[in-house]
């Protein structure tokens, strides 16, 4: 476990006295680039006033509902998707469609329409989430192979049976990659409707500080949602290492 993290461990005390050396020697004023010490004296201002912790909340709380969405939702069409054919020829135009534009340029109108709440945050969260982990799931459920399937037809299996006992466990390889991509763009996809219209949350924070010219709020800010898209990055690791035990056993 320790090996896995030595590279990490060891490039980052380089990479803060690279920082601290950068902003020592080279003249660059503070407020363009913070040296690590006043983002480090920053965050603690923010974490004493509680500022920090009620923001962080409120961006999380989309990034998990929007997660939760989007995954769903792209689960279910996914899945419909790969068992009909026909079905798949008449919505990919439309979601190759979606995808050619970027999110940015609709989440003032998603904004416009569905207020500037909570709500608008949470569907252009999932709006990012959903064709990564679409894909992913067309991928996996086409990739059982076909003799799983006369197997389960030969025993008399249900069509549920197949599906929790075939379709799932071989797929969920495939799914959780796409799931991976998709926690980490949860991430991009609250900052973004906050950015468009918000008055909490880190994107908020992030336009305080590029306003009022506090550029180590700015940082701090970064390294937040950074810290939330590593989380919920190292979490659906955690899931395919509990879940894909099985696949280490097939392999031994």
């Not at 135009?93 to 534009?101: D, E, F, N, T, W």
């Not at 799914?175 to 008055?199: H, N, P, Y």
Request: glycine share 8%; net charge positive; hydrophobic share 55%.
């Amino acid at each position: 476990m320790i090996k896995r993290f030595l590279p990490v461990l060891l490039s980052l005390p380089a990479f803060l006295l690279g920082w601290h050396l950068l902003t020592r020697y080279s003249g660059i004023p503070n407020f363009i680039l913070p040296s690590p010490l006043s983002v480090w004296t920053r965050f603690l201002r923010a974490v004493g006033d509680g500022s920090l912790q009620y923001h962080t909340w409120i961006t999380l709380t989309e990034i998990l509902l929007g997660l939760l969405a989007g995954v769903t939702f792209a689960t279910v069409v996914g899945y419909l998707l790969a068992k009909s054919r026909s079905l798949e020829k008449a919505l990919s135009p439309y979601l190759v469609a979606s995808q050619a534009i970027p999110v940015i340029a609709i989440a003032p109108l998603l904004v416009i329409w569905l207020g500037d709440g909570i709500l608008s945050k949470v569907v252009i969260c999932a709006l990012i989430v959903f064709f990564p982990v679409l894909v992913n799931t067309v991928v996996g459920v086409r990739a059982v192979p076909t003799a799983l399937y006369d197997l389960m037809h030969s025993l008399h299996a249900t069509r549920a049976q197949i599906l929790w006992k075939v379709e799932v466990p071989a797929s969920l390889p495939v799914f959780l990659g796409g799931l991976r991509i998709g926690a980490t763009l949860s991430v991009i996809g609250a900052i973004v409707g906050e950015l468009v219209d918000a008055e909490e949350g880190l994107g908020f924070l992030l336009q305080v500080g590029d306003f009022q010219y506090d550029t180590p709020m700015v940082f701090v800010a970064v390294f937040t949602l950074i810290a939330l898209a590593l989380a919920l990055y190292g979490i659906v690791r955690f899931l395919e290492n509990k879940f894909l035990k099985w696949q280490e056993r097939s392999n031994v």
